[in-house]
């Protein structure tokens, strides 16, 4: 089956730093994949998505790439900000449905 | 657009009790689907809606949950009897096209408490 693996939280990080969470995939079929966040007390919003091998996925100085040989997703920003502090979620989806596949979620807090 | 709306925000109940939540979808959208979030199992799947019709409940846990799509604006996901370990957040979502696509919606959740 499929399933999407993220490293493990909490992340916590000072304003202007590198930011990189990783995540990984298992899936049978050629997947979307996808990066959402959510802030506190509120439901997820999408990020940036990739639908196939070498695509990059960017949006608010976030990105990621879709590296099928390494079943790779990662998100990175160069400059964090406080704003940036919420969970972030990898998820897949298969081409043959409409199910999303989440991964565990990571934390970010960015301090001043 | 006022998004995908969900009510109520906070629910507590006791065991036992019949429990309904409530979920409006983006006006337009032709997927909606219902998620649980836990600390301990993260984001789950429930059930999706096309155009009213259950499509895949494999993801509602037990008969004691159930989930119903009346017309295009308006879901509800329904557990009786409730139980402690049906307390997490539960999100409504809604798409255009299907996750596929286009992206999903969330609401802000229903954060359900079972004593």
């Known amino acids: 089956g499929n399933s999407v693996t993220q490293m493990e939280g909490p992340v916590t990080l000072s304003e202007e730093a590198f930011l990189t969470i990783n995540c990984t995939y298992t899936?049978?079929?050629?997947?979307?994949l996808f990066w959402y966040v959510q802030y506190p007390g509120e439901g997820l919003q999408l990020l940036l998505k990739?639908?196939?091998?070498?695509d990059k996925g960017s949006n608010k100085g976030f990105e990621a790439t879709y590296r099928k040989e390494t079943t790779s997703f990662h998100l990175e920003k160069g400059s964090v900000q406080v704003s940036d502090s919420a969970v972030y979620f990898c998820?897949?989806?298969?081409?043959?449905?409409?199910?999303?596949?989440f991964g565990e979620g990571t934390q970010l807090t960015v301090n001043p | 657009d006022a998004g995908v709306i969900q009510s109520p925000r906070h629910e507590v109940t006791e065991m036992g009790q019949e429990v309904t939540l409530r979920c409006k979808p983006i006006?337009?959208?032709?997927?909606l689907f219902w998620y649980r979030q836990t600390m301990m199992r993260g984001l789950e799947l429930l059930i999706y809606?096309?155009?009213?019709?259950?499509?895949?409940d494999s993801g509602m846990p037990e008969d004691r949950f159930s989930a119903k799509m009346p017309n295009a604006s308006f879901s509800t996901l329904k557990i009786q009897p409730s139980e402690p370990r049906d307390s997490a957040v539960y999100f409504c979502?809604?798409?255009?096209?299907?996750?596929?696509?286009?992206?999903?919606?969330f609401g802000n959740g229903t954060r359900l408490t079972v004593t």
């Open positions: 998820a897949l989806s298969e081409d043959s449905g409409s199910r999303l596949t």
């Open positions: 979502a809604s798409s255009l096209q299907g996750i596929y696509n286009s992206p999903l919606h």
């Open positions: 990739a639908t196939k091998a070498d």
């Open positions: 899936a049978t079929g050629y997947p979307s």
């Open positions: 809606f096309n155009n009213n019709v259950p499509i895949d």
């Open positions: 006006s337009g959208h032709d997927y």
